[in-house]
């Protein structure tokens, strides 16, 4: 039996209708969703509320739930302390093992730039929040990295210590933590990792080896320029919540 060409016609033309009204009403529902985001922004040092459909730009969008999980920071050991408990458990020497403290010689004064968390050797270290990516990661005993030091009459240079099997995280709160004088490292460069994930164990590689001083984890807090700053600035506020910023403010009146 022949098919004649008006019916072919007829059949694509109702293929194609079928298809321009499906589209029309699948572009209406994305369109209706993408009005139901509404982002937060900054102009000018305010804050503004704006709908997404306005960016021409790619966007990124965080979400409370989000941020209240992965911008929460935990003990390095996954053992359930706040920070406050693990300073007074694992700190030896207030005036030797916290951030700040005199460290060098006189002709090369420098500072510690972390925390010393002195835990048993081998003892499992995890990422300190649900998410984080491995930005650097070290498998030499002897792993040296630049550091700062100021010279008599407040000059500043640089020297190369030696951290040992290192371990460097980046969280979604854009602050990376380093891990150092580790014996053994478990991850590689660029692995996503999180709180289940065993990224390495404390040890005694690096300049501890000749320190007389016993295994510990030496933990670095860094921000976005690579400067180095006191854990208990940060590690100490547990209680942030966007979510509940979010619902005290009334969108819709923006």
């Not at 040296?144 to 210590?161: A, F, H, N, T």
Request: charged letters at 25%.
């Amino acid at each position: 039996m022949k098919i004649s060409a008006s019916l072919i016609r007829a059949v694509v033309i109702t293929i194609l209708l079928i298809i321009v009204v499906t589209d029309f009403f699948y572009i209406k529902l994305l369109k209706n969703r993408i009005d139901n985001i509404t982002v937060l922004t900054s102009e000018t040092d305010s804050m503004v509320v704006v709908k997404s459909s306005s960016f021409k730009e790619p966007i990124v969008v965080f979400t409370a739930d989000f941020i209240d999980n992965f911008y929460h920071y935990s003990s390095p050991f996954k053992d359930g302390m706040d920070f406050n408990e693990l300073i007074k458990k694992y700190i030896r020497n207030r005036w030797a093992d916290h951030y700040g403290c005199g460290r060098g010689t006189r002709e090369r004064k420098r500072i510690h730039e972390g925390i010393d968390l002195f835990v048993p050797e081998n003892t499992p270290v995890y990422p300190l929040t649900n998410f984080g990516i491995v930005t650097n990661v070290s498998d030499n005993p002897h792993f040296m990295v630049q550091v700062q030091y100021i010279k008599p009459g407040g000059i500043i240079d640089s020297m190369k210590i030696e951290y040992g099997k290192t371990i460097r995280i980046l969280y979604p709160e854009g602050i990376e933590s380093i891990y150092t004088h580790l014996n053994e490292v478990f991850v590689e460069l660029n692995q996503k990792v999180d709180r289940n994930t065993v990224v390495g164990l404390t040890g005694l590689t690096g300049n501890i080896r000749n320190s007389g001083k016993p295994s510990h984890l030496h933990m670095e807090l860094r921000d976005s320029e690579n400067r180095s700053f006191d854990p208990r600035n940060r590690l100490r506020f547990v209680q942030n919540s966007a979510a509940n910023f979010i619902k005290h403010i009334n969108i819709g009146d923006e």
